[in-house]
């Protein structure tokens, strides 16, 4: 009988599909801080701390390295585009757009900090995990695909039922 895969093991999307998760879930939140409160604020840097190490967690084992850059290039993307639109979310309204953008990564670098850094430290526990042969990839999706086989061709070029 074997075990259960761990949370190590069950990363199976790939780099694109979780960094498009990211930014889903960056900009929810980022959405959500905004009609609570006047500016980004604690929900959205405890949002990003939890959000950054989940796509770690996501992503199949081929794709670490996209994942592993996604986190800083997220709040970078995202403080752009708020000091491009209303630079006071993110700093004070008279700033430009790079001082915008420098202001809100210097106000948010612990959530940066913190976020990039479990990232990085479950990318490295799931690489362990793998090179040490104790990761057991999921198997349902394999089955799922097996489950319907496809659609036989006859002679002709025409699938048969």
Do not use: N
């Not at 895969?5 to 801080?33: H, K, N, Q």
């Not at 992503?59 to 995202?78: E, K, Y």
């Not at 850094?117 to 089955?143: E, W, Y």
């Amino acid at each position: 009988m074997t075990a259960a895969p761990t949370i190590w093991d069950e990363g199976t999307e790939s780099a694109r599909r979780v960094v498009l998760l990211g930014v889903a879930l960056t900009l929810t939140v980022t959405a959500l801080d905004l009609v609570i409160g006047r500016g980004l604020g604690i929900i959205f840097d405890i949002g990003f701390v939890l959000i950054a190490p989940a796509l770690a967690l996501r992503v199949h084992p081929r794709d670490f390295f996209p994942i592993s850059v996604t986190p800083p290039l997220l709040m970078l993307g995202l403080f752009l585009a708020i000091a491009a639109d209303d630079a006071s979310v993110i700093a004070r309204a008279d700033d430009g757009l790079v001082q915008a953008t420098l202001s809100g990564l210097a106000h948010h670098s612990w959530a940066l900090v913190l976020g990039y850094a479990a990232c990085l430290a479950f990318l490295q526990i799931r690489r362990k995990r793998i090179a040490a042969g104790l990761a057991r990839p999921r198997r349902a999706q394999a089955s799922k695909r097996s489950a319907s086989p496809a659609p036989r061709r006859t002679t002709s070029g025409v699938p048969s039922e």
